[in-house]
């Protein structure tokens, strides 16, 4: 912690702003400078030139309404902060691209969070989310890209990830997560899906529908509580799970499964270490 007089501290963070502000500076980079309020940086929402600000590594709890005023910001960086909620008019900046809000202490999102009008990259993992508190047009977000929500507290996916179809990049590693919908497979550029530690026992047939057994794809399944069939076949590579799941055996199986229920019934077995994620450690 910063051993500098609040009037010191605020000072050189006003400092640094108004100097990049005279210099008509597009980029503001303010990491780490034990910042907790906004009202440290008074200028900086009327920074309307401003594209790209990082924020990360500081003590800030509330972001302010008045953020949708940076109208030509693009890139958003809050990450590794203390923030709890995120302002309605965050979802209105109209080049906005991309967000991170990891490693904070988000529970829930704000009401239509899914509006961002070109947000390509989404990192929310390091949270305390889960499919209960996502807003209902949270999958609406057509330009989306890149969607990070590890180390959060889901158990579901919901349905509607469908509906992201320029989707490329999905990370859902850290969860509880013990059921992938079958709609996952109508995304058709993903080309890298991160589920490793979950509770995950079959994945749908249609994950075999999707190009990610292609070099540049990526697919991390470890430490799931797969079925047999599936473990056994991990042990000799991913492209042999993947191949696996195509077959008309696996989709027999998999189909008598969630027929028995034994798919998605909702008993997740808590992981001993779940309160030690980064979102939880800080006083």
Known sequence: MSCL???????????ALDEAQEAQVRELDLVDKNVVSFDEMPTLLNMLNVTRVTLSHNRIAVIPPGIANMINLEILNLANNQIRELPVSISSMPKLRILNVSINR???LPRGFGAFPVLEILDLSYNNLNESNLPGNFFMIETLRALYLGDNDFTYLP?????LKNLQILGLRDNNLVYIPREIGELTRLR???????HLTVLPPEVGQLDLQSNKSVVKMEENDWVQPIAEQ????ISHVLDYIKTEAYKIMYNRLVSAGRVGNGQVPERPDRNKKASRQRP
């Open 5 to 15: 007089p609040l009037n010191s501290k605020m000072s050189k963070v006003k400092k």
């Open 106 to 108: 988000l529970n829930t």
């Open 159 to 163: 349905p509607e990830i469908g509906n």
């Open 234 to 237: 991990y042990l000799l590579g």
């Open 192 to 198: 890298e899906l991160h589920i490793q530690n979950n």
